[in-house]
T-cell receptor, first 113, second 116 residues
Framework: AQSVTQLGSHVSVSEGALVLLRCNYSSSVPPYLFWYVQYPNQGLQLLLKYTSAATLVKGINGFEAEFKKSETSFHLTKPSAHMSDAAEYFCAVSEPGFQKLVFGTGTRLLVSP | DAGVTQSPTHLIKTRGQQVTLRCSPKSGHDTVSWYQQALGQGPQFIFQYYEEEERQRGNFPDRFSGHQFPNYSSELNVNALLLGDSALYLC???????????????FGEGSWLTVV
């Protein structure tokens, strides 16, 4: 079975500071990994995905994530936070070929001026 | 190009009633999945439809059922509603063909269901 653990239900940063959202996964097969963002009262928008190509994945809005197999991690980073980044972020894992996502519980990013 | 569209956006039902939620996938997509997102939680996979058949199912009771139509649109039906069924129901679409298992999964805006 696959699972995702997101450390920290809330992360607070100042505008311009580094954003680091943590995600660890468990999977019995080489996984596909995703980060989605959810703004209030909206659906999920894909930020980036890892599907066994380059381990450093660049996404939209300046976000990137690095797949580290040895650490079973897929942490999301952004060098400089913007007020518009305030949202809920979800890490998800899927087994190749099945297109079924298993989500973590989410991390709410708060950005202060 | 329209993305994933869902209807209705909000609805209120009474315990014991039945509800039908609808989803139109992104143009060109043939696979529809449904997720339940309770308040403060991550989405939970309900089931997935491809070629008008249920292909995968999550840990949800038989009260949750679905259908996919020839035009790839889909419905989620929930019978005998419980208070605990109150949640945001998300539809996701993707494209399944051999060798395309890494395709992006797109989500709709969701249908907010409140059971009173």
């Amino acid at each position: 079975a696959q699972s995702v653990t997101q450390l920290g239900s809330h992360v607070s940063v100042s505008e311009g500071a580094l954003v680091l959202l943590r995600c660890n996964y468990s999977s019995s097969v080489p996984p596909y990994l995703f980060w989605y963002v959810q703004y209030p009262n909206q659906g999920l928008q894909l930020l980036l995905k890892y599907t066994s190509a380059a381990t450093l994945v660049k996404g939209i809005n300046g976000f990137e994530a690095e797949f580290k197999k040895s650490e079973t991690s897929f942490h999301l980073t952004k060098p400089s936070a913007h007020m518009s980044d305030a949202a809920e972020y979800f890490c998800a894992v899927s087994e190749p070929g099945f297109q079924k996502l298993v989500f973590g519980t989410g991390t709410r990013l708060l950005v202060s001026p | 190009d329209a993305g994933v569209t869902q209807s209705p956006t909000h609805l209120i039902k009474t315990r014991g009633q039945q509800v039908t939620l609808r989803c139109s996938p992104k143009s060109g997509h043939d696979t529809v999945s449904w997720y339940q997102q309770a308040l403060g939680q991550g989405p939970q996979f309900i089931f997935q439809y491809y070629e008008e058949e249920e292909r995968q199912r999550g840990n949800f009771p038989d009260r949750f059922s679905g259908h996919q139509f020839p035009n790839y649109s889909s419905e989620l039906n929930v019978n005998a509603l419980l208070l605990g069924d109150s949640a945001l129901y998300l539809c996701a679409s993707s494209f399944t063909r051999q060798g395309n298992s890494g395709n992006t999964i797109y989500f709709g805006e969701g249908s907010w269901l409140t059971v009173v």
